[in-house]
């Protein structure tokens, strides 16, 4: 984990060198985020659920851009439940995120921005089985990598209004999820990668302007 975030560290201090050698336009972006990402999760849970969950997501988050260049940072929280007549599952997850992008478009009010980074996110599932009464309480927190490509259009006086589409991929791959309470494993295993697609709309605070 050490080693991840010195590469990182490594990547945003070049990112930064390069960026102040070129006189460009610069400034912030500040907006809400709304979406829904997929989790398919295997059929092994106490209820007979189909454990796949159309999660929807609240959040926030702003990125620094300069020139072409953008880096950014999101908070977000997920929520989600699949039921039916034996039980229900309930899903809640809590994301932090950086990423860095590379805008290529050359129009002003048009930004197309591919992205890569980093997502620590912490996840919840309550489990309960109408019939028996069986209940699980299992937490599963990971570290991913996350690809996705940022669509913004901004009017004249820097309010946008974007789209973004992209997948999560977990470093560890299968990840045990433990027993809340007890802090144990439960034997039960699953990947929570995850596509997800999402609405963001905010403002951009210029701080520069191309000479």
Partial sequence: ?????????????????VSAQVPK?????????????INSFDRHFVADVDPQ???????????WTDGRYVAGVQFLYSSGTASNSSGEIQYAGF?????????LSGNRRWSVEPNAGIVLSSNQLIVQ?????????LTNN???????????????????TGIKIGYQLPFSGDTEWRNKVADTGSGLKDNLGSFYVQLNVGGLL???SAR
Avoid at 53 to 63: N, P
Wanted: with cysteine; charged share 10%.
């Fill in 129 to 137: 089985d109408i019939e028996s009464g069986a209940f699980q309480n």
């Fill in 25 to 37: 336009e610069s400034g912030m972006y500040f907006g809400a985020i709304a979406g829904t990402k």
């Fill in 53 to 63: 969950l159309y999660s929807f997501s609240i959040g926030a988050g702003s990125a």
């Fill in 142 to 160: 990971q570290v991913a990598a996350a690809f996705g490509l940022n669509v913004k259009l901004i009017d004249q006086n820097g309010l946008f």
């Fill in 95 to 103: 994301e932090n995120a950086l990423s860095l992008g590379y805008n």
């Fill in 206 to 208: 210029s701080l520069a």
């Fill in 1 to 17: 984990m050490k080693c991840l975030f010195s590469a990182l560290a490594v990547v945003l201090t070049l990112f930064v060198a």
